[in-house]
């Protein structure tokens, strides 16, 4: 029996660089193929240089960074969450009211 396949091709403009994705679809798993180009050496000297730190090959290398930024994302600490509450109000319009009074909760 076979496959159901279907392949395509994107091609994105990004300021320099253009990205070449090659994908093909079947019933169990999707794969792309990316291509870049116009890179600066500088670049892929450095992430040559971090795969080589790593243990791995630059393709390999590139695979890890592309997953760590787009699927993982870092994400802010409760101070930096708490520091982008906007400084609105005055103090006293959140003074809590002691009421030394027991309430009737069952009135």
């Known amino acids: 029996m076979d496959t159901l396949r279907q392949e ?3 091609i994105l403009f990004d300021s320099n660089a253009i990205i070449r994705a090659k994908s093909f679809l079947s019933c ?7 291509i870049v180009r116009n890179i600066d050496d500088a ?3 450095a992430l040559k240089q971090r ?3 790593h243990g791995v090959s630059a393709e390999a290398e ?3 960074i592309l997953e760590q ?6 994400q802010k600490s409760f101070a930096e969450v708490l520091c982008l509450i906007p400084n609105v109000g005055n103090d006293s319009d959140f003074e ?4 030394d009074t027991p309430a009737d909760v069952f009135a």
């Open 96 to 99: 809590r009211i002691q009421d």
């Open 69 to 74: 930024v787009l699927l993982h994302p870092p």
């Open 43 to 45: 670049i892929v000297k």
């Open 51 to 53: 795969a080589s730190r």
């Open 28 to 34: 169990d798993r999707t794969m792309a193929n990316l």
């Open 62 to 64: 590139h695979r890890k």
């Open 8 to 10: 395509y091709n994107v």
